[in-house]
């Protein structure tokens, strides 16, 4: 990080300082009253406060700090009828309010508290009013809270249909497939499982029947005959004579039947796969999906541009604010 940026960074604490208390003193006449009430001008922190409250535009802590200086003042001055009302208004507006004794003289804080005694009832009845007060805005506030993550939830939705894309895919298929054995036409319409089934079938009864084939051919015997009474320029006329011994008969019979059935079986499942993808067959298949089109990639910085920071001021509800704005 450089050394300017550093720089920018630790300033915008210091920054912050004054606006927060400038935002804690909004009302300067409320300021000014308890200056007066400080320096015991206590007649005029009345009339000040009087005017100050009739005036309105103060929010709750502001009204009681008004209250509070204008009874104690009022008390100071032995103006009772005065103190009570304003300390019986700080107290409606906070039932659970008191007087600081590190602050106020011991008797303005027992008449305050004698006070309180005998509003008892009545600030019950404002606390209650109170919770409920706040149990409905509670509840309010949950409420919206509800509404908010529910429209939030709604805007997801509705931007995650705008990225939907309908995808249609088309697949021709082709029609003397189906006659290929070892299940070709059934994986061609997708049905694997039972492609795999003919295939494996099939696979097998010709393998078998390959086997026996070769099994029975490695029976024979060839030997050579002489013929008595054929005779050839050469001498006597031979034949050969290709033959299976009587001693292997047995087995002769057993590799012909297995290599003739295992034949017959594999046409048989061949004929059935057939038949099975022809009555499946479609010339075509469309497909229909639902994809998200991708979001789009961030756009890189422009080459050769340096990073910049900036300090901006903007008002607020108490006062005003700083931020700063980093540029890369």
């Given at each position: 990080?450089?050394?300017?940026?550093?720089?920018?960074?630790?300033?915008?604490?210091?920054?912050?300082?004054?606006?927060?208390?400038?935002?804690q003193?909004?009302?300067?006449?409320?300021?000014?009253?308890?200056?007066?009430?400080?320096?015991?001008?206590?007649?005029e922190?009345?009339?000040r406060?009087?005017?100050?409250?009739?005036?309105?535009?103060?929010?709750e802590?502001?009204?009681?700090?008004?209250?509070?200086?204008?009874?104690l003042?009022?008390?100071?001055?032995?103006?009772?009828?005065?103190?009570?009302?304003?300390?019986?208004?700080?107290?409606?507006?906070?039932?659970?309010?008191?007087?600081?004794?590190?602050?106020?003289?011991?008797?303005?804080?027992?008449?305050?508290?004698?006070?309180?005694?005998?509003?008892?009832?009545?600030?019950?009845?404002?606390?209650?009013?109170r919770?409920?007060?706040?149990?409905?805005?509670?509840?309010?506030?949950e409420?919206?809270?509800?509404?908010?993550?529910?429209?939030?939830?709604?805007?997801?939705?509705?931007?995650?249909?705008?990225?939907?894309?309908?995808v249609?895919?088309?697949?021709?298929?082709?029609?003397?497939?189906?006659?290929?054995?070892?299940g070709?036409?059934?994986?061609?319409?997708?049905?694997?499982?039972?492609?795999?089934?003919?295939?494996a079938t099939?696979?097998?009864?010709?393998?078998?029947?390959?086997?026996?084939?070769?099994?029975y051919?490695?029976?024979?015997?060839?030997?050579?005959?002489?013929l008595?009474?054929?005779?050839?320029?050469?001498g006597?006329?031979?034949?050969?004579?290709?033959?299976?011994?009587?001693?292997?008969?047995?087995?002769?019979?057993?590799?012909?039947?297995?290599?003739?059935?295992?034949?017959?079986?594999?046409?048989?499942?061949?004929?059935?796969?057939?038949?099975d993808?022809?009555?499946?067959h479609?010339?075509?298949?469309?497909?229909?999906?639902?994809?998200?089109?991708?979001?789009?990639?961030?756009?890189?910085?422009?080459?050769?541009?340096?990073?910049?920071?900036?300090?901006?001021?903007?008002?607020?509800?108490?006062?005003l604010?700083?931020?700063?704005?980093?540029?890369?």
């Amino acid at each position: 990080m450089s050394r300017g940026l550093c720089l920018a960074l630790f300033l915008v604490p210091l920054l912050f300082v004054p606006l927060r208390a400038h935002a804690q003193e909004s009302d300067p006449e409320v300021a000014a009253i308890r200056s007066n009430f400080e320096y015991g001008k206590y007649a005029e922190v009345i009339d000040r406060a009087k005017a100050r409250i009739d005036r309105g535009n103060l929010n709750e802590q502001q009204l009681a700090d008004l209250h509070e200086l204008a009874g104690l003042a009022a008390f100071n001055l032995q103006r009772m009828t005065d103190a009570e009302r304003h300390f019986a208004a700080m107290l409606r507006l906070d039932p659970d309010s008191s007087l600081d004794p590190f602050v106020v003289p011991p008797p303005a804080v027992a008449y305050f508290d004698k006070l309180k005694e005998r509003m008892a009832s009545e600030l019950e009845f404002l606390r209650q009013e109170r919770r409920l007060r706040q149990e409905r805005a509670r509840g309010e506030a949950e409420r919206r809270e509800r509404e908010r993550l529910a429209a939030e939830e709604q805007r997801r939705r509705v931007e995650a249909l705008a990225r939907q894309v309908t995808v249609r895919t088309v697949e021709k298929r082709n029609f003397l497939v189906n006659f290929v054995p070892f299940g070709a036409g059934q994986f061609q319409q997708g049905r694997n499982s039972l492609g795999i089934i003919f295939a494996a079938t099939e696979g097998v009864l010709a393998v078998t029947s390959v086997i026996a084939y070769f099994a029975y051919e490695a029976l024979f015997e060839t030997s050579t005959i002489e013929l008595d009474d054929v005779l050839t320029e050469t001498g006597r006329a031979s034949i050969t004579v290709r033959y299976i011994p009587t001693r292997r008969s047995g087995q002769a019979d057993a590799w012909r039947l297995l290599k003739v059935g295992s034949a017959a079986g594999f046409y048989s499942i061949y004929a059935l796969g057939v038949a099975d993808a022809l009555y499946h067959h479609d010339d075509q298949v469309v497909r229909t999906s639902i994809e998200e089109r991708p979001e789009p990639a961030p756009s890189a910085p422009e080459p050769g541009r340096s990073p910049s920071a900036r300090l901006q001021l903007f008002p607020t509800s108490g006062g005003l604010g700083a931020g700063l704005t980093l540029t890369f």
